[in-house]
């Protein structure tokens, strides 16, 4: 058998009661002889009783790591990793509920003969957030044809163990929001790593999403770690669509953004439109894209 011990490292912040149902639905999971798995919870210093909640909740069923103040996604997500004597790692966020008890039956199926294998992602049945993440996913796959890249996602997948520690894990440069995840697919891929869909390992993605801070996180992005990963990877930065959408490279687009942002804001706090039902979800879907893209490249101005 070429792998035995599993080892699920959910992060979380601050966000005792999701990260409590998610590792309840990893630990009711099947898991077939002669695996096992433990769960390798990471608190990353929230510092608001997060972690001694869920140590007294799980004790002796999961290990909950406490760091002692905030470091980021990417460094918490190492941290678990070091902490586990594992051949499978299995991230999953602390938002993100596996559906069923085979969803570790699922990973296994597909990582078998390959080193990754990559989950999916669903919407909660929330209205038109569930559509968007729906049709969010059917565009990643549309990418995929320019860069395979494009489907990975930390908030669910599993990864071969050792393939993960020569490749040094996560970048911990990327302190900000986004882009380490597709930083370490590149990264695995470099190291000759093999990447596989599990289309039925499924978590549903428990966030109550607003608009105005799925702008604030792609401003953040732009902002932040968007310069790392471009500067790494213009292939994919490219092929991703976001030098489209960066004032570095394109400064009259950064006027647009400049002189938009105002009433953007405003619509963002204001969403209560996303939810009327006689305007068509095509266009409400453009709107948020748009209001995406003009976040992302105002935040690029913040360099």
């Known amino acids: 058998?070429?792998?035995?011990?599993?080892?699920?490292v959910v992060p979380v912040y601050r966000d005792a009661i999701r990260?409590?149902?998610?590792?309840?639905?990893?630990?009711?999971?099947?898991?077939?002889?002669?695996?096992?798995?433990?769960?390798?919870?990471?608190?990353?210093?929230?510092?608001?009783?997060?972690?001694?909640?869920?140590?007294?909740?799980f004790s002796g069923r999961a290990d909950v790591l406490q760091l002692t103040r905030n470091m980021g996604r990417s460094f918490a997500r190492n941290a678990g990793a070091a902490k586990a004597e594992a051949d499978l790692l299995l991230f999953v966020d602390a938002d993100c509920e596996p559906i069923d008890a085979n969803f570790i039956i699922h990973h296994l199926e597909a990582i078998q003969a390959s080193d990754v294998s990559m989950g999916t992602i669903l919407g909660q049945n929330d209205g038109f957030w569930h559509s968007y993440q729906e049709a969010s996913v059917a565009r990643r796959i549309r990418l995929a044809r320019?860069?395979?890249?494009?489907?990975?996602?930390?908030?669910?997948?599993?990864?071969?163990?050792?393939?993960?520690?020569?490749?040094?894990?996560f970048d911990e440069t990327f302190k900000g929001y986004g882009f380490e995840d597709r930083d370490l697919a590149i990264r695995l891929a470099?190291?000759?790593?093999?990447?596989?869909?599990?289309?039925?390992?499924?978590?549903?993605?428990?966030?109550?999403?607003?608009?105005?801070?799925?702008?604030?996180?792609?401003?953040?992005?732009?902002a932040t770690t968007s310069t790392i990963f471009a500067e790494r990877h213009p292939f994919e930065y490219r092929a991703l669509g976001y030098e489209a959408i960066d004032a570095r490279r394109h400064p009259w687009r950064g006027l647009v953004a400049r002189v938009a942002w105002p009433p953007l804001r405003l619509l963002a706090r204001h969403d209560a439109w996303l939810h009327w039902s006689g305007l068509p979800f095509a266009a409400r879907a453009s709107a948020v894209r748009l209001m995406s893209a003009l976040s992302y490249l105002y935040g690029t101005l913040q360099r």
Do not use: W
Request: proline share 3%; charged share 25%.
């Open 146 to 169: 320019r860069t395979p890249i494009a489907r990975f996602t930390t908030q669910n997948v599993m990864i071969d163990a050792r393939l993960f520690a020569r490749i040094g894990g």
């Open 1 to 8: 058998m070429k792998y035995k011990r599993i080892v699920a």
């Open 19 to 57: 990260a409590k149902a998610t590792v309840d639905a990893l630990l009711r999971c099947i898991v077939p002889a002669p695996f096992l798995l433990r769960v390798q919870v990471v608190d990353d210093g929230s510092q608001d009783g997060t972690g001694e909640r869920l140590t007294f909740q």
């Open 190 to 222: 470099k190291e000759g790593g093999r990447f596989a869909t599990a289309g039925e390992a499924c978590v549903i993605h428990r966030d109550n999403l607003a608009l105005d801070r799925v702008c604030a996180k792609m401003l953040e992005a732009g």
